[in-house]
């Protein structure tokens, strides 16, 4: 069985090589701390956690990224808007977001920059993208030259015309001073009198958003890694331009071998967003469900399609990972300590089977939903059978595929009060 993740740039499954040996690099975009995570959020670091947990799982060594967006034009106007310094303003959005993300199990990346703290990586390679005729200064801006680029459109696939408007929405400023082309997006920028400035070579001012990861990917990744991942609505402008950059200012392609992207969450149809104001914030869910539960109704879907948002679904969610706690419960109860599993012989052949199952559906670019009802016929099995061995089998690999793959706490707990029935009851 071999790994195959779909490559967004290639629009094709491949299966996965890394690309010097390990460790491997795996960059996510991170969080804009300026307000309440909601579930959207919570899928796209569920779906990269489970990408990250499986690479280990298959005995990869990983080095996760994950940045924080701390300086930007979103997070400069909220904090105009609530008269608080940006810094504190995104120190505190920050906590939230990391108490929300250990609620859901998360393993919290190896590195975690912030864009202040880069602003010189950021410079640099702007400087190279200017040597290397990428980028023009105009009017205090440094702009990125998209004519310069013969690849850009590869990753989104979208025709030019299609770009300006997707564009605009995403925060361009198509007449913005000294601009080639509407689409030319910011690098270096000239800061208003009420915002943060840094001294550079093309005056005092502040960076453009995608550069930000371009630097911070780079920095501790290498000018090549393996995987990018982010939000589907990154993949234009955000991430087509951060390969411009990249590939631009280091002559080195592919940037990246995989780029990654999760699905979008939709409430009764809709996009679910703060403008519609249909937000589903992970806060209010995780004063009513465990975040188990949460995970669990997450990873029933592929981390790529879009979820439609039906609490109806959450709540079964609950009851089903109910379910898979208490097969390693009654497994641990017997014995509590992991027997052997990595060997298909040594096990019963229905359970062998499960477990045969559920790998290869991971394997075929992280097909959770396929997985996950491998998981619930072992803990049905735990629940049928008579006999002892396949009972400990089972229950335990429910454990090892539920926790170490899935990200499942499945803590310990009282076994008769939380068994199942009691829950449908
Ligand atoms: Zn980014």
Redesign the pocket.
Known sequence: MTLRLHDARRDELIPFEPIRGEPIGLYV?GVTPYDTGHLGHAFTYVSFDVLHRYLEYLGHDVVYVQ?L?DVDDDMLRRAREVGEDYIALGNRYVTTFLTEMAALNWLPPDRYPRATEHIGEMQTLIGSLLDRGHAYVAEGHVYFSIDSDAHYGELSKLPREAMLPIANERGNVPDMAGKRDPLDFVLWQPSAPDEPAWPSPWGPGRPGWHI??SAMSMTYLGERFEIHG?GGD?IFP?HES?IAQSEGATGARPFVSYWMHAGMLRFEGEKMSKSLGNLVLVRDLLASYPGDAIRHYLVSHRYRDEIDYDERDLLASATQVARLRFACRIAEEIEPFAPALADPAQLDPQVATHRDRFLRAMDDDLDTPSALPELHALAAICQATTDRAVLVQAGWLVRELGARVLGFRLAPAPLVAEAPEAIVA
């Open positions: 975009c940045n967006t930000e990861c982010g990154l955000h951060e």
